[in-house]
């Protein structure tokens, strides 16, 4: 029985202690947390109030455009420190971001488009043929396009026919030799007579080729 009464003695005491070292806390706690409220009591009383003040305006970031239109702007910023509310001060009045034009750093997106036609040029000819070509062209400068605006959409030269201005190579061929005209006497009292044919059959025409060989023929009689 003595040491069953001495491990219940034991006991109590440790909760005593423990109890007496959570209430020395407690204690302890209280007067901070006084100290503390006494603190800001005499802080409050002791300091004016300081209104903010805003700083100067700082750029964010370059100009933004809209290419569709041709605008563009700057935002700015500034910030309450300048100085800093305290001690119940009052915030900065007004706005602390603006935005500013900047439409002269922006173009406008503008697509190409084409110019008017221009006049043929000259008709280029294949006499073989007796046909003919030509040009004509254009431009996407009407407007041309600029700030990343799409080109034109098609050709920029175009084809014709010219074939009413070409004449077709023909080479000459001879005609049928005439009959033999009338006999009569050269100086050497010889008979002779002669014929003729001509380049008419057909004749040239168009860069064509004269007849080769003779256009007349002596015979004797």
């Known amino acids: 029985h003595g040491g069953s009464f001495k491990l219940s003695y034991y006991n109590e005491y440790k909760s005593y202690l423990r109890m007496k070292l959570l209430l020395y806390w407690l204690v302890i706690i209280t007067l901070l947390l006084n100290q503390t409220d006494a603190w ?3 802080r409050r009383r002791s300091c004016g109030p300081r209104h903010g003040g805003w700083s100067g305006w700082s750029q964010y970031g370059g100009c933004t455009c809209d290419h569709s239109r041709g605008t563009g702007i700057i935002r ?3 910030s309450c420190n300048n100085p800093t509310p305290y001690c119940g001060g009052s915030y900065c009045s007004g706005s602390s971001s603006m935005s500013r034009s ?3 750093q922006c173009c406008k997106t503008t697509n190409g488009g084409w110019s008017s036609w221009s006049s043929w040029s000259t008709c280029t000819c294949n006499h073989t043929t007796g046909t003919g070509t030509w040009k004509r062209s254009r431009s996407c400068t009407n407007p041309a396009p600029s700030c990343g605006g799409s080109s034109c959409y098609g050709a920029y030269t175009q084809a014709g026919s010219c074939d009413s201005q070409c004449c077709k190579t023909v080479d000459g061929g001879f005609s049928e ?3 033999w005209r009338q006999c009569r006497c050269n100086k050497f ?3 002779i007579k002669n014929r003729s044919r001509y380049c008419t059959n057909p004749a040239p025409y168009c ?3 004269d007849c080769v060989g ?5 015979g004797q009689c």
Do not use: L
Not at 214 to 218: A, G, K, N, T, V
């Open 189 to 191: 009292n010889h008979g």
């Open 76 to 78: 700015y910023t500034r």
């Open 207 to 209: 860069f064509g080729a």
């Open 40 to 42: 800001r009591r005499r």
């Open 102 to 104: 900047c439409d002269y």
């Open 177 to 179: 030799w005439s009959s």
């Open 214 to 218: 003779s256009h007349f023929q002596e």
